[in-house]
């Protein structure tokens, strides 16, 4: 069983960035794909930016934040980042780190129902 803990939310106004942390448990888990996905309530669970662990660790990041947000891992330490940048009002969300998804030619797959560990959410408001 897998553990993951989200941390580093906050409230910071459009432009400014933030950095999300999530470490799994047992100490120094990993997982093939490890990542992230955002909710706003009464809307679909979005995936936001993924990371595939083995050879040269293909990364893939929802349309909505490429060229903003930059996520990576810290395989010894069994974390996984998630550095925002340029932040706007729409980038407010409930940010869940998620892990154990399954992967195709190297790089993870972004559907919600392929990952079968989720944190419990770290809260990212942005205002104008």
């Known amino acids: 069983q897998v553990t993951l803990v989200e941390s580093g939310g906050g409230s910071v106004q459009e432009g400014g960035s933030l950095k999300l942390s999530c470490v799994a448990s047992?100490?120094?888990?990993?997982?093939?794909?490890m990542g992230w996905f955002r909710q706003v309530q009464g809307k679909e669970r979005e995936g936001v930016g993924f990371?595939?662990?083995?050879?040269?660790?293909?990364?893939i990041y929802g349309d909505s934040v490429k060229g903003r947000f930059t996520v990576s891992r810290d395989n010894r330490k069994g974390t996984l980042y998630l550095e925002m940048n340029s932040l706007e009002s729409e980038d407010t969300a409930m940010y869940y780190c998620?892990?154990?998804?399954?992967?195709?030619?190297?790089?993870?797959?972004?559907?919600?129902?392929?990952?079968?560990?989720w944190g419990q959410g770290t809260l990212v408001t942005v205002s104008s």
């Open positions: 998620a892990a154990g998804g399954n992967a195709s030619n190297g790089y993870c797959l972004i559907d919600r129902s392929d990952y079968p560990y």
């Open positions: 990371i595939y662990t083995p050879g040269g660790g293909g990364i």
């Open positions: 047992p100490y120094g888990t990993t997982t093939y794909c």
